[in-house]
């Protein structure tokens, strides 16, 4: 049964993994993840690498090498676990597999697990992971327009994530993002982004730890007439967040965005710019709610 449901995700995914092929991070991550797999079974370079085998092969793998793998594997499996997208999955993969590279490389010989190391530093530093790019309806806020947004108009309720981007997990959760923002966002429940780790005073007024030990980030907070009522994760007396998975379920049930939805589409919006009217105004009937893609502050 396994078998068959990862047969069926990899089909699923099969485009999205098309597209991978063509991007310098990934293209680079598989082979660095598969440096010393290459040099162990590659003709001509095997011959001359050390073995503890008893055979005398050094182009197989000896005990301890297949032991270390067989943990990386385990190790990888169990992160997953909690992995919702392809990148998180394709993350925990690349991360794991480096470190078990790193490991082998240091038992074959010193130098080349320096050189493999040196390497992995260079890479994380120079080649970072693709941003999402794709379709949104997403506010993307400053510190002098945040306040000034959820105070606008006391009937529109915002969810709003606070990132970085040198995080992995938001990396990783922007898609799922953007993807509840082009199901749900309507004239009354409106979407927004604002990066923490670039406008820190504003994380510090909302409470947002900013700290990687803190684990706060994303965070997703829900104001409603410009106050906070709820967010994700929570976070207990140490300022350390509360475990919590960042998955389109979630978000859905823990927030009631279907309830939300229902309620916030009967206000009648001007756009994704304009004031709403006052309650109890009349005004012409407006047009089928269409809203644009915001655009992002840079």
Known sequence: MGLITGVIAFFYHLPQIYKWLFKPYYILSILMCSAFLILRKCPGLCENL??????GNPCDFDWREVEILMFLSAIVMMKNRRAITLEQHAGNLFMFSKVAN?????????????????????????????????PEYIKYFSEKTIDEELNHDTRV????????????????FAPVFADLSLKYNCAGLRFGKIDAGRYGEVAQRYKVSTS????????LVLFQSGREVMRRPMVDNKCR??????????????????????????????????????EGSEEPQPEPDTPAESKKDQ
């Open 157 to 172: 309720t915002w969810i709003v994530e606070f990132y970085a981007n040198w995080s992995p997990e938001c990396q990783s």
């Open 102 to 134: 790193v490991i082998l490389f240091f038992r074959l010989d010193i130098r080349l697990g320096i050189f493999y190391f040196a390497l992995c530093i260079a890479f994380v530093m120079t080649c970072k992971p693709p941003l999402y790019m794709g």
């Open 50 to 55: 050390n073995t503890e085998r008893e055979d």
């Open 212 to 219: 990687p030990l803190a684990k706060q980030l994303p965070t």
């Open 241 to 278: 967040a509360v475990s919590w998975t960042f998955s389109e379920e979630n978000i859905i049930r823990e927030f009631n965005l279907n309830e939300l939805f229902e309620a916030s589409k009967k206000i009648k919006g001007r756009g994704e710019n304009s004031p709403l009217p006052p």
